[in-house]
């Protein structure tokens, strides 16, 4: 079956803890991107990869990283989390052609809750 | 820079009924493409329909049909026949290409409540 997967699916961590938020794909997609969504808010871009070792900055990547060594992986890292970080996170991908758009399949969610 | 704005909360509509959620957008990008994801209360994103910016025809998805207005900058997503299921969080969204590649952008939203 064609998926992202994320895990955890729930997460609660202390203040400074670091955390890593993994996401894996099986579709042999080119793009991967991270989002976080908050209540109210739509979902905001943290970091996206158009490919293997190519990550760039999306609209809120204060206070995160990642890395892309292999196609199918796209961690998000947070070497010190605190309380504004507590969120839904999604990870996404989609097949990253400029000859055309396509949509993105997302993974389940990641809940954080950071104390 | 990209921008969506969903300029309805909530929305409800009375069953079997068509529901049309509102997208206004902009971007310096000539080409892109705008997105509709659902948001049901379980959490998952599913896409529901796609619209590019130089298709001459309207994106139509069984009962979901996108009313582009490119003059205008709007995407509006048109919902036939409402059904119970329908009852999520709608997400109007856009991809670019060259100056935005790899960016995207998501409106903050549309909870839509289907009425019996």
């Known amino acids: 079956e064609a998926q992202v997967t994320q895990n955890p699916r729930y997460l609660i961590t202390v203040t400074g803890k670091k955390l890593t938020v993994t996401c894996s794909q099986n579709m042999n997609h080119e793009y991967m991107s991270w989002y976080r969504q908050d209540p109210g808010l739509g979902l905001r871009q943290i970091y996206y990869?158009?490919?293997?070792?190519?990550?760039d900055k999306g609209d809120v990547p204060e206070g995160y990283k990642v890395s892309r060594k292999e196609k199918r992986n796209f961690p998000l890292i947070l070497e010190s989390p605190s309380p504004n970080q507590t969120s839904l996170y999604f990870c996404a991908s989609s097949f990253g052609s400029a000859k055309f758009l396509s949509s993105y399949t997302f993974g389940s969610g990641t809940r954080l809750t950071v104390v | 820079a990209q921008k969506i704005t969903q300029t309805q909360p909530g929305m409800f509509v009375q069953e079997k009924e068509a529901v049309t959620l509102d997208c206004t957008y902009d971007?310096?990008?000539?080409?892109?493409?705008l997105f509709w994801y659902k948001q049901p209360s379980s959490g998952e994103m599913i896409f529901l329909i796609y619209?590019?910016?130089?298709?001459?025809q309207n994106a139509t998805e069984g009962r979901y049909s996108l009313n582009f207005q490119k003059a205008r900058k709007s995407a509006n997503l048109v919902i036939s026949a409402s059904q119970l299921g329908d009852s999520a969080m709608y997400f109007c969204?856009?991809?670019?290409?060259?100056?935005?590649?790899?960016?995207?952008?998501f409106g903050d939203g549309t909870t839509l409540t289907v009425k019996p």
């Open positions: 969204a856009m991809r670019g290409v060259n100056t935005n590649a790899g960016k995207s952008t």
């Open positions: 990869s158009m490919n293997v070792e190519v990550t």
């Open positions: 971007t310096s990008d000539p080409s892109y493409g």
């Open positions: 619209q590019g910016s130089y298709d001459q």
